[in-house]
Structures are given as structure tokens and as C-alpha cells.
């Protein structure tokens, strides 16, 4: 039962990444027709965000009144709610009110399967899990585009992932008692310990705790504005056509998910601690690419480089969370971890947009390099914390 019940959970990762794509890929669209600027898709993402660091920080209480499975099947629900509710929307207040069940369940979600496969899992299915976040992500914008070419209709999109979350959530509901016998790899035991829900005082007292979140806003940042920017470097820098670049940045997440597919291998013979010191260090190898004057192939070869490297760092750090801090105070972590990933997301990339536009994109590389050096220098603040603590 114990891999019906991952199976579950893969599938769960697949459908966290669903919804991510769609705003991006329905905007061209979606904003003419309701009569808003194109910037107004800030406000619509800021909202999700606040959601999704609200519910994160939350997780631990919630997990600790209600359980894994049920707070997962309720969090599901709500992202299914919030596409439903964007399908139906014509109105900007609309969207910005439906943003809000979508980005508390989204948080929510997040945070407790995070936690729950740290727990109950071996590494190289928290790197396989979030490699299956990417196929989702990569999956949703081809249901948009199928429901703009067959239904020549934006809200089909949402329509039609919404129906999927739908169907997910009924089927987590069914199998709660799974959630709740704690089934682990035949071979790992659960790491789960009895526990109290802490509060943000306590937390933040648990040795090495803010370097380990200031090491996740960091890596979300980078990985975020890399992201994001990419293109217009691309343009701006080298002189790519616009079609041409985005083209050649999707490039970074597809290095991303395919490091993460190959750092479940690694992760069955390497710990956390090396696979994320070797991240950092391909990433490193990455940005000095793109420092290269010469032609813009050393860039185009440096973002699925620095994608590698960012594969095994985000699923790592929370891998490793139960083994630093403790199962007992895992959800909690984790739960602030997510936070500090959402405000990187929402903060850092917006950023650097106002140091392009003012100063120059080149400068993009040495934005990423400073996040870089800050996650070298947290973790190993976080290990020589956990040393002191005889953890690891």
C-alpha cells in the first residue's frame, strides 16, 4: 500500500505544477479581453503568492490538527476551486478574488508533501518528485493552447486542469487512511516522531534555522530571476529575436528537470550535504559562462548548466530538513522554508527589472553570483549548526 501510495503522491507533484504555467500562457489573451493592462498579471501573481505564504507558514498547525492526508485533500479542493473560479471569471476583480483559494491551496500542498516525503521517503524520490512538478509545468501550457486553437476560448484551459485537480482531490479523500498508517519505502523507517505544532518565536530560536531559510530565499531567487530574465538577456545581451530567446531559455528548465531525474540516481549513493555543495559548484561553472564575451553560445550552454546545478538544491535542502532539525520539528520548518521560497519568488526577480532597466542586463550574471555565494555560505552555516548539535 505504501506504493500506491506514493504513486499518489507522484501524480499530486505532476498536478502542483499544472497551474503554474497557465496564467503566463492565457495572458496574451486574457487581459485584452477583459480590458486590463498586461502588467495587471503582476498583481494577479502577487496574490497567489500572499496565498501560498500564508497557508506555508500555517502548515505545521494545520498538519498537526488535521493530518497530512486531510489538510493535502482540502488544499487540492481549493486550487480546484480557484482554476473553476478563473474559468469563469470576466472581470479583473474576479481573478484577483479567485487568486485566493488558488494560492492558499497551492501553499498548502506544497508545504505538506514536502514535509511528508521528507519524512517518509528515500532521497531520490523528493529529486524525482519535483522533476514530476516540471512535467506538469511543462505539460499545462499545451492544455492552454489546445483550448485556444479547439475552443478558441482561454477559460477551457482552466476549465480543464481544474477538472483534473478536481478529480485528484477526490481521489486523496478516498485514501486518507493511507496517509494516516505513515506507509514508508519498504526499507526506510519513518523518521516521524510525536510532535507540537510550534510557534514562528520557537522556530526562528532553532539553531541554524535562518540560515537555512535565508539559503532557500536565496536559491528561489536565483532560480526565479534566471527564469525570468533569461530571455531579454538573451536579446538585450546577444541579440536574439524575441521567438529565438524564449525558445533557447526554456533551455534552464529543461535542464532543471532533467537534473532532477538524474540526481535521483545520484541521491541512492550521495548525500544531501554533497549533492548540494556539487550544485552549487556546476551552477558556479554555469554563471562564468555567461561572464564569457566572446559569442552568446557560452550563454546558451550556461543556463542548462546553471539549470543542472539548481536540480539538486531545492529538493535536497528540504530532504535534508528532518535529519537537521529533527522529525519533530520538520513541518515547521519546512512550512517557514516555503515562505521564504514564495517571498524570493515574488520580491527578487521584480528586483532585478528595475537594475536592468536602469543600470543594464548584463549585470544579470552577477545577481545570480551573489545569490550563489549566499547559498555556499548558509549551508554551511546550517551544517556547522547541526555539527554543533551533533544532528548529522
Sequence with gaps: MGSLLLALIYVCFISLGLPDSLLGSAWPVLHAEISVPISYAGIISATIFAGTILSSLFS??????????????????????????????????????????????????????????ALHYKAQHMSWLHC?????????????????????????????????????????????????????????????????????????????????????????????????????????????????????????????TLGRFINGFLAMKLGDKFLIRMGTAIVAVGISLLFVPFHSAFALVGFVIIGLGC?????????????????????AMIGVQMAFAYVGFLAMPPLFGIIAENISISLLPVYQLIFLVLIFVMHELVLKKARNNKCI
Excluded at 493530518?67 to 471569471?89: D, E, K, N, W, Y
Excluded at 535536497?316 to 513541518?331: E, L, R
Aim: charged share 10%.
Design 60 to 117: 505545521d498547525k494545520l498538519l498537526h490538527k488535521f493530518g497530512a492526508g486531510l489538510v493535502t485533500a482540502v488544499s487540492v479542493t481549493m486550487t480546484a476551486l480557484g482554476l473553476f473560479g478563473f474559468s469563469i471569471s470576466n472581470q479583473f476583480w474576479m481573478l484577483i478574488l479567485w487568486a485566493i483559494p488558488y494560492g492558499l491551496g497551492a501553499g498548502g500542498v506544497d508545504a505538506i508533501l514536502n514535509n511528508y516525503v
Design 132 to 256: 514530476m512538478w516540471g512535467v506538469g509545468a511543462s505539460i499545462s501550457p499545451y492544455i492552454m493552447s489546445f483550448a485556444l486553437v479547439q475552443f478558441e476560448n482561454w477559460s477551457r484551459g482552466y476549465l480543464i486542469v481544474s477538472v483534473i485537480q478536481a478529480v485528484l482531490s477526490v481521489i486523496i479523500f478516498i485514501s486518507i487512511p493511507l496517509w494516516e498508517k505513515g506507509n514508508t519505502d519498504n526499507d526506510t523507517p519513518t523518521k516521524e516522531i510525536e510532535s507540537k505544532a510550534l510557534s514562528f518565536r520557537e522556530i526562528f530560536a532553532i539553531k541554524g534555522a535562518i540560515p537555512c531559510f535565508l539559503m532557500f530565499f536565496c536559491y528561489c531567487s536565483m532560480e526565479l530571476t534566471t527564469s525570468l530574465w533569461a530571455s531579454t538577456y538573451l536579446v538585450q545581451k546577444w541579440n536574439f529575436s524575441p521567438e529565438a530567446a524564449a525558445g533557447y531559455a526554456s533551455m534552464f528548465y529543461i535542464g532543471v
Design 311 to 331: 536540480a539538486p538544491i531545492y529538493p535536497c535542502i528540504i530532504h535534508m530538513t528532518p535529519d537537521v532539525f529533527g522529525a519533530d520539528k520538520s513541518q
